[in-house]
């Protein structure tokens, strides 16, 4: 779990969040214990670059717990998956 930094303190020392951040840390700021921001090392990865590119952002917290927080039980309706499993269920 990634180290919180209030905006205060993060403004009041932003030198050394920034050096923690520029060494692999990763920062949440909190605003009256709220999380507000993320701060992360600027990666040069291709995912990273695509997600400049579109403007979009990227996932907070490990790929595993996401892909588990997405899973439905059962294939989605409308899916292929779906459509077999309902004819193989009127056979």
Same mark, same amino acid.
């Given at each position: 779990m990634p180290a919180k930094v209030a905006v205060r303190e993060l403004r009041?020392? @932003?030198? !050394?969040? $920034? #050096? !923690?951040v520029k %060494? /692999? &840390?990763e920062l949440v700021v909190t605003e009256r214990g709220r999380e507000v921001a993320r701060l992360t090392p600027f990666a040069s990865d #291709?995912? %990273?670059? $695509?997600? !400049?590119?579109?403007?979009?952002?990227?996932?907070? /917290? !490990? @790929? &595993? &717990?996401? %892909? &588990?927080? $997405?899973?439905?039980?059962?294939?989605? %309706?409308?899916?292929t998956d779906a459509f077999l499993a309902e004819s193989r269920g009127t056979r």
């Open positions: 009041q020392n @932003l030198s !050394r969040y $920034l #050096d !923690r %060494a /692999g &840390e #291709d995912y %990273a670059a $695509l997600s !400049r590119r579109f403007g979009t952002t990227t996932p907070i /917290g !490990r @790929l &595993e &717990e996401i %892909a &588990e927080r $997405l899973k439905t039980p059962g294939a989605p %309706a409308g899916t």
